[in-house]
């Protein structure tokens, strides 16, 4: 299906998918995207036997089931395991440190992973931590990997890498937690699989956040780079009710939140530069 002409979009009709998607993600897609619209809208109508892109758009509108489908055909799945491993290093070095000084042991530390895409940033975090962070055993501590793709969210489940994905890993690590390579995959042990959980959430929806709980640690990462300046607000707004008083927020090495909000404050770490929520 995928392999069809692209339909030409309407200026009206682009103009229509744009505004839908930024109301329903905080993302823009506009003309300079046309080609990347009309592929995935093109998929979308061969998928749905819609005639042309006006009653497909209908449907999209009033149909939870395709705004979902259209949400997931533009959403964007670049990542790796270990990506930006400095952050990785500011939290076992500095950031939980921090956080578990007023804590007992056994006491509950929560990790946000968002989005999470098809889950390897969520489980680099349970790796890294196992892997450096000698207290980990020590704390309860549960990671959530969220994002508004729903299929992302099902592969992230199923938790199988091919080799590009697992490229950055040490073989050592790779082969602790991995089973055997299967068809050029490797799959997460079923132990570490089942100690990340994955839901669905929209950071520009405080609804659906407030649904996730509080958090001592986010890791927002090259999400805001797709956003204008009134959706970073809305995503500020939520991550900044989604943390605890003293948590800690990680965004994209290009990303700032000082040209958003100035309820953070930038902390320089030794390994990175963070965002916190004062306490």
């Known amino acids: 299906m995928s392999s069809a002409a ?8 682009l103009r229509g998918v744009s505004a839908l998607l930024y109301r329903w993600t905080g993302m823009n897609f506009g003309e300079n995207k046309r080609y990347f619209i009309e592929r995935r809208v093109t998929e979308r109508m061969a998928r749905t036997g819609s005639d042309d892109a006006r009653s497909y758009l209908g449907l999209a509108a009033a149909n939870l089931a395709e705004r ?3 949400i997931n055909a533009f959403t964007i799945n670049e990542t790796y395991f270990y990506r930006e491993e400095h952050q990785l ?5 500095e950031m939980l440190p921090q956080i578990v000084q ?5 006491d509950l530390v929560r990790i946000l992973s968002l989005p999470c895409s098809t889950g390897e940033e969520a489980y680099s975090i349970a790796i890294w931590l196992l892997e450096n962070w000698p207290l980990v055993d020590a704390y309860n501590i549960e990671i959530v990997g969220s994002d508004i793709d729903t299929h992302a969210l099902g592969l992230a489940r199923e938790g199988q890498y091919g080799t590009r994905a697992l490229a950055r890993l040490p073989a050592t690590v790779a082969a602790t937690y991995f089973e055997p390579e299967h068809g ?6 079923d132990d570490l ?6 839901t669905a959430a929209n950071v520009i929806d405080r609804p659906s956040m407030a649904g996730l709980g509080q958090f001592d640690v986010i890791l927002c990462r090259n999400l805001l780079i797709y956003f204008d300046d009134h959706s970073r607000l809305l995503a500020a707004e939520s991550l900044y009710e989604s943390l605890n008083p003293g948590g800690f927020l990680c965004l994209g090495h290009s990303e700032s939140m000082a040209r958003i909000s100035d309820r953070f404050a930038m902390v320089r770490l030794e390994d990175a530069i963070v965002y916190r929520r004062p306490e």
Do not use: M, N, Q, Y
């Open 6 to 13: 692209p339909v030409t979009l309407t200026d009206d009709e």
């Open 89 to 93: 290093a500011a939290l076992s070095r």
């Open 193 to 198: 699989r089942e100690s990340v959980r994955f």
């Open 102 to 106: 007023t804590r007992k042991p056994g």
């Open 68 to 70: 979902e489908a259209l």
């Open 184 to 189: 050029h995959r490797r799959k997460i042990i």
